[in-house]
């Protein structure tokens, strides 16, 4: 057994052994809308797994959230998420409106986890009526590899798109107010915050000059890239903005630059050169080059600069620190 589903708006009382010997510790039960807390208390329901009153309808799980809106949610409320055969697959196409239990429902949000380690996922398109992206949404996806943002979308959660290692378009419709796109790249729509570069991009990326602030997360997990070209417009680095890059072999940060959030660099294990650009050090937290063997890395820092880099936090602990002109030779 793993769901029940019941229709009692007040729990029905029963008996302990009712469901003796079935593993409900393990199954869902399925209550009506906004009866959940009645029925984590009551005797015997309360012992349930999960308790959640999200309704499936085609391929997705809703939830109600007002008196005519719903969310997109997984069909579990926590870990995993999904029963595996009831994860959605292929082409998705979120409708505007749903209809459950005899009322129409607009769909406004996507919420948080909603398709969580859907690996079955190709694509998604995301109506005008929705205007919340909640926190990892489409985390895990890995076989997403396109994501059309309809013009209505207003907020898009931390690590919405995290870890969608085949993700390689998101498409923003042009006439949304906050979010644009460029080459499958996310931004604000003045195009001044670089939000999200797709995980599957490969190659070469050169950001525009219009982006001052390179936000959390950013380049996450974007293994393919293998050279990013940083302008002198940027004056920002977010956290864990370069993490887990691991196919940049080399990077080059501008003296525009005034501040990189922790884990920026992290686990950026093919790194081979990092050249600044500060007559100054830039203080920065020892964390910004995490899991990444800087004693085996060349840092290439401005003429006359040396010393100071062999002294600062953060930079002294590169194997090599060099001079941004002088050759290196290596054994």
């Known amino acids: 057994l793993r769901e029940v589903t019941v229709n009692w708006a007040t729990p029905l009382a029963i008996a302990a052994n009712v469901f003796n010997e079935t593993p409900i510790n393990n199954a869902t039960l399925r209550v009506p809308v906004g009866t959940v807390e009645q029925y984590r208390q009551a005797n015997v329901w309360k012992d349930f797994a999960r308790i959640t009153d999200s309704r499936k309808v085609g391929q997705l799980y809703y939830q109600i959230t007002g008196d005519n809106t719903v969310s997109v949610v997984p069909e579990l409320p926590r870990l995993p998420f999904y029963n595996a055969v009831n994860a959605p697959t292929g082409s998705v196409a979120i409708p505007q409106t749903v209809e459950i239990e005899g009322r129409t429902y607009t769909v406004t949000s996507i919420g948080g986890y909603a398709f969580y380690d859907c690996s079955g996922l190709t694509s998604v398109n995301i109506p005008s009526s929705v205007t919340n992206i909640e926190r990892s949404a489409f985390f895990g996806c890995s076989e997403l590899t396109t994501l059309n943002i309809g013009n209505s979308v207003t907020k898009i959660g931390e690590g919405a798109f995290w870890d969608c290692s085949g993700l390689t378009s998101i498409n923003v ?86 501040e990189i959030e922790k884990y920026a660099f992290s686990d950026c294990t093919g790194l081979q050169e990092v050249t600044v650009n500060w007559a100054t050090p830039l203080a920065i937290a020892k964390n910004i080059f995490n899991e990444v063997p800087i004693n085996n890395v060349t840092l290439r820092v401005p003429a006359g600069t040396v010393e100071l880099y062999r002294q600062a936090d953060g930079w002294k602990n590169f194997g090599n620190i060099v001079e941004k002109d002088k050759k290196v030779t290596k054994p």
Not at 181 to 204: I, R, W
Not at 214 to 226: D, E, M, Q, Y
């Open 173 to 258: 419709d042009e006439t949304n107010a906050i979010y644009t796109s460029q080459d499958g790249v996310l931004y604000s729509k003045d195009k001044a915050t670089l939000h999200t570069c797709p995980a599957g991009k490969a190659g070469e990326f050169i950001i525009p000059n219009s982006v001052t602030s390179i936000g959390k997360r950013a380049f996450a997990g974007c293994s393919k890239l293998t050279s990013v070209n940083i302008p002198n417009s940027v004056t920002s680095i977010g956290e864990i903005a370069f993490s887990d890059c691991s196919g940049l072999t080399s990077i080059n940060i501008p003296n525009s630059v005034t």
